[in-house]
């Protein structure tokens, strides 16, 4: 009788505040290395005290972490230093984590139990996107009305006041200034599978920039109409001509990314028309297309609709959510000092803990897997 392999659990945490694909690519990439990924996220308190105000409640965070389709389980409050004890309790093998530095409030190395005990496993941190860089964007968003005079960082090195995308990306982890969209990224993130011939399918289109909770809660009810949900994105230019200023806050590529990695999703249409045309619905044979609470953005032409709805296909779907992508804009926006004020901490903390082991590599005194160099972490 050939013997069962025994399931390797393993254990992730984090804030997960804004969930975005970087998150998401390294759940993937945790995933990969066993069986069966749970994840950790910590409360808005721990946060708060360890790395400055989060932007989203732990009620959203824990449900975002949730809808992402290579995590198994969630464990809600996990501690902020991970110990041997969390990893028992819930059977994990080791634990997985991106290859940059996380810190207490007191600057310790939050893994350093687990790394110690030979239960830590790094993988590569996904370059050119991070909370603070999104922050950094929409910060952007207020440039007019916030107009100060460009000032040192406390660091050395000179940046503008507003920690915008080019600015944010100073630290050696957080410090790609931007994200690379590969064919090999989308593969990994895709399904890959086909509509079964008897699939009953659904579309839905929009813009999906900030991908957030309104969105998560939206996809799960438009799932439940049928069996292969395709979700249409609509081009930059097209989301910047309905909604103006710096719409979209994340481009095509990265919105793709961060829609795939949602469980409920089966499929993608990189840059959808923003009207629903007979074409488009026979070609991808859509049973249903749907539309959330939100105004139907029309872009000055007619109806979106009017061919689903002409073939009594439409819905309206009530998700019971009314996130925005512009609420989360207007939460950073009331925030903005304090975000900027966590964003500078948090980098400065980087760059200290990197310069010390820069020169502690330099005088041969580096011991163990604290901070290893970013080129070891395992590229999945
Ligand atoms: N992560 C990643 N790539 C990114 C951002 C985060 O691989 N671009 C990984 C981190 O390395 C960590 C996990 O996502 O393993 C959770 O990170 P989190 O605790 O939420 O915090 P940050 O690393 O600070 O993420 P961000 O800078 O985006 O806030
Ligand atoms: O705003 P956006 O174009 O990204 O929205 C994409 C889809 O998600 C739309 O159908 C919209 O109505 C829906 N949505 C929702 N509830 C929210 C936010 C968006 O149903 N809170």
Redesign the pocket.
Known sequence: MEEKKPQIRVW?????????F??A???R??KALGDYLIVGV?TDEEITKH?GPPVFTEEERYKMVRGIKWVDEVVEGAPYVTTLETLDQYNCDFC?????I?MTADGIDTYHLVKAAGRYKE????????????VGRMLLLTRQHFQQGAREYEVGREGPSNMGQDSSARSP??GCSQFLPTTQKIIQFSDGKPPKPNDKIVYVAGAFDLFHVGHLDFLEQARKQGDYLIVGLHTDPVVNKYRGGNYPIMNLHERVLSVLACKYVSEVVIGAPLVVTKELMDHFKVDIVCHGQTPIQTGGFDDPYAEPKRQGKFKLLDSGNTMTTEKIVERIILHRLEFEARNMR?EKKEIAAYEAYTKAKKEGKVRCCFLQECSSARRL
């Open positions: 992730c945490d984090g804030c997960y505040d804004m969930v975005h970087g998150h690519n390294s759940l990439q945790a910590h790395k997985v984590h991106g290859d940059d996380t993988v590569q941190r996904t370059a050119g996107v991070s909370t603070t860089d999104l982890w957080t948090k």
